[in-house]
Nanobody
Framework: QVQLVESGGGLVQPGGSLRLSCAVGKITLSFYDMGWYRQAPGKQRELVAT???????QYSDFVKGRFTISRDNAKSTVYLQMNSLKPEDAAIYYC???????WGQGTQVTVSS
């Protein structure tokens, strides 16, 4: 069973930045496409960004130009650099293997002045 441990969330002011990390265990990360997702209170979980095994990223329109997904297969870690944060980016952020539906605990991101 894959292990996913998200970290790096916190409270940030609008316009600020955060870098989320996802430590992936019990699988060989390089074999999998990975994604970052988020869920705000009262809303459904939504896809933020994905990164393919070959490193190709894709972004949802609402984060294009502000967020960057990356991976370090040697460290078995996936990252999400979030810049120019907006209040509407506040949510619990999760990483996961693309297509997998069992979720970790996520990391809370709060954007507020």
């Amino acid at each position: 069973q894959v292990q996913l441990v998200e970290s790096g969330g916190g409270l940030v002011q609008p316009g600020g930045s955060l870098r989320l990390s996802c430590a992936v265990g019990k699988i060989t990360l390089s074999f999998y496409d990975m994604g970052w997702y988020r869920q705000a209170p009262g809303k459904q979980r939504e896809l933020v960004a994905t990164i393919k095994r070959d490193g190709t990223p894709q972004y949802s329109d609402f984060v294009k130009g502000r967020f960057t997904i990356s991976r370090d297969n040697a460290k078995s870690t996936v990252y999400l650099q979030m810049n120019s944060l907006k209040p509407e980016d506040a949510a619990i952020y999760y990483c996961n293997v693309v297509g997998r539906t069992v979720w970790g605990q996520g990391t809370q991101v709060t954007v507020s002045s």
